[in-house]
C-alpha cells in the first residue's frame, strides 16, 4: 500500500468531490460529518477516520485500487485549481514547478 500523507488524501478527496459536482458542505451531509471536519481533511490538516473514509470512497465513487501501488486515480484535471495552486506560488516555487513538469514532459 502507498504511503499517503493526509495533504495526499485530502487533494484526492477534494478532486473527486469537485469531480462529482459536490460542494463541501453536500458531501459532508451525505458522509454524516460536519463541513468543517470536511474541510480540515481536504487541506491535510487530518486524516479521515476508518469509517469516514470508507463512506468519502463509497460516495464519491473512489477506487480503492488508487491507494496501492501501480494503481493510477481516476481524476478529471481540474485546471482551475492547478492554476490557482499554480499562482500560490512563490517565484522561486513557480521556477522549479515548471522545471519539473518539463522534465516529466519529456520523459
Known sequence: MKNFDAMTVGTLIKQFRKQAGLTQFELAEKVEIDS????????????????????????????????????????AFDEGYFLQLIKSLSEKERSLAIKIIEAIKTT
Open 36 to 75: 468543517k471536519q470536511l474541510g480540515k481533511i481536504e487541506r491535510g490538516i487530518h486524516y479521515p477516520s476508518v469509517p469516514t473514509f470508507l463512506k468519502l470512497i463509497k460516495v464519491l465513487d473512489i477506487d480503492v485500487n488508487i491507494f496501492y501501488e501501480g494503481k493510477p486515480a481516476n481524476v
